[in-house]
């Protein structure tokens, strides 16, 4: 498979279980490659491919330096280049490509999240690691949807996304 | 082509792609660097009621310029709210980089040029969001962008404005108020229209329950304005940052497609996909990397 070096990078591959990664490696330098496929890591040994059709999300997730998320179900890659341009590029050519997360895990967070009190967009995007115009989507959906009302409650029917269990701890913290 | 992969066309087309991408990202990181606008300048935008009134104002004729200069196309106002503004471009540009995508919205890049120059420039926390594209079926792209409440009342409303709602408070009449604000007839009038939008006077020039909150806690909703010259008083400055951000990021996006092209041999490939629907074999690479590390 043919595939051209796009700029050199640190990376971590970490497995993300129900959102919090659970193993994690040290920063590593090696070079981001493109292909027809999708994307290659290497430290030019071994060739770990992210495919675009398994792609489901390429986040911003720190600035200065500039670190990409990339996801795929059960899986981050988080890469750092000197180039903020080159990975920004990166992003916005990929995102138009994966499929987005549309397994309603998202909405579900969302509501929790929202149950508790917890509805600024700002905090919202940090804790679910998504942007806000993600957030602002999740909450035109949830709104849509029923799942929140236009008051700002979480509905009976919001309420039933969770399971019985967090819901007796989300009763517990409301008080 | 690789088969269930995603339709980039050719390795040259999206290398081309690529390169035409890392420019405009190095003329937008300029850009969004140089060109933050004083509160007073973002407030004039913020007190429009209609999108003629706002595309007139500087700000919106300086954000236009910016988006020309970052080769993001023509940006037009398309609608007008208190916490939420919508800007049009017809002919996007940035769709025709994408000509193998279809159904799809596709101007990521706009979404966040527009978050950050809302976010960075103008100081207010909002979000982007792209709600029409070409590339989709729409006949023209079109971009949300939602602000933050709290900010939008912190920065729309100035000391003037919080003077007429103590004395409005204050039960005083029309008259009384022109004189202790020193208004004009038609700035009072415009400034009671603001205050209506925003849903801190009623119909009968009442203070509303969001009035009666702002005004009690008038003090920390208020917004220290900075003084600085507006950044479209010296564009030639903003002109030659982008310039020159755009000649390395092309230097360098030069040298980068003259990277050679790599045959990667199936045996060398580890499918991280495939690897992470096993956690107990990504436990092995893990482990298996790590002691290599050691080694």
């Known amino acids: 498979m043919k595939a051209q070096k796009y700029e050199d990078v640190q990376y971590i591959i970490s497995q993300d279980g129900d959102g919090e990664p659970n193993l994690n490696l040290v920063w590593k330098d090696g070079g981001l490659f493109i292909s027809l496929s999708g994307l290659f890591i290497s430290d030019g040994d071994t060739w770990y491919e992210l495919p675009v059709?398994?792609?489901?999300?390429?986040?911003?997730?720190?600035?200065?330096?500039?670190?990409l998320r990339f996801k795929i179900p059960a899986l981050d890659v988080v890469v750092m280049g000197k180039r903020a341009e080159r990975l920004l590029a990166l992003r916005h050519f990929l995102l138009p490509y994966i499929k987005r997360e549309k397994d309603g895990s998202g909405i579900k967070g969302l509501v929790k999240f929202w149950a508790v009190?917890?509805?600024?967009?700002d905090i919202l995007a940090r804790l679910m690691g998504e942007e806000e115009s993600e957030i602002v989507q999740m909450i035109e959906e949830?709104?849509?949807?029923?799942?929140?009302?236009?008051?700002?409650?979480?509905t009976e029917k919001g309420l039933a996304l969770l399971s019985a269990n967090e819901r007796t701890v989300l009763k517990g913290s409301l008080g | 082509m690789q088969q269930n992969g995603p339709n980039f066309g050719s390795f040259a087309e999206a290398v081309t792609t690529l390169g035409k991408l890392t420019r405009m990202e190095g003329a937008i990181q300029a850009a969004i660097k140089n060109s933050r606008v004083p509160p007073r300048e973002a407030r004039k935008l913020l007190k429009c009621s209609k999108p003629v009134e706002a595309g007139n104002t500087p700000v919106f004729q300086f954000m236009r310029e910016l988006f020309r200069r970052m080769e993001l196309g023509e940006l037009e106002m398309s609608s007008v709210d208190i916490f939420k503004m919508t800007f049009r471009v017809a002919d996007c540009p940035v769709c025709k980089l994408y000509q193998n995508v279809k159904g799809k919205r596709t101007c990521y890049i706009t979404t966040d040029t527009l978050a950050q120059f809302f976010n960075k420039d103008l100081s207010i926390p909002s979000s982007a969001e792209e709600v029409m594209c070409k590339n989709s079926g729409d006949e023209f792209c079109e971009f949300t962008v939602s602000m933050q409440p709290l900010a939008v009342y912190q920065l729309a409303l100035d000391d003037c404005d919080r003077e007429i709602i103590g004395q409005l408070q204050?039960?005083?009449?029309?008259?009384?108020i022109v004189k202790a604000t020193e208004l004009s007839g038609a700035e009072f009038s415009y400034r009671l229209d603001a205050l209506k939008r925003y849903h801190i006077l009623d119909s009968s020039n009442r203070l509303t329950e969001i009035g009666e909150t702002y005004q009690k806690f008038g003090q920390s909703?208020?917004?220290?304005?900075?003084?600085?010259?507006?950044?479209?008083?010296d564009m030639s400055e903003i002109s030659e940052s982008?310039?020159?951000s755009v000649s390395f990021a092309e230097a360098f996006t030069e040298a980068a497609e003259?990277?050679?092209?790599f045959e990667v041999k199936n045996k060398d490939i580890v499918n991280l996909a495939e690897k992470a629907k096993s956690s107990r074999s990504f436990a092995e690479l893990l482990s298996k990397n790590l002691s290599k590390e050691e080694e």
Request: no cysteine; net charge negative; aromatic share 4%.
């Open chain 1, 142 to 154: 949830a709104k849509k949807g029923g799942l929140i009302s236009e008051d700002g409650r979480v």
């Open chain 2, 170 to 176: 204050g039960a005083k009449d029309a008259a009384t």
């Open chain 1, 117 to 121: 009190g917890i509805m600024e967009l």
């Open chain 2, 258 to 261: 003259t990277e050679p092209i």
């Open chain 1, 53 to 67: 059709k398994d792609l489901v999300n390429v986040n911003v997730i720190n600035e200065e330096p500039l670190q």
């Open chain 2, 242 to 244: 982008i310039s020159a």
């Open chain 2, 221 to 233: 909703f208020k917004h220290l304005d900075e003084e600085f010259p507006a950044p479209w008083k």
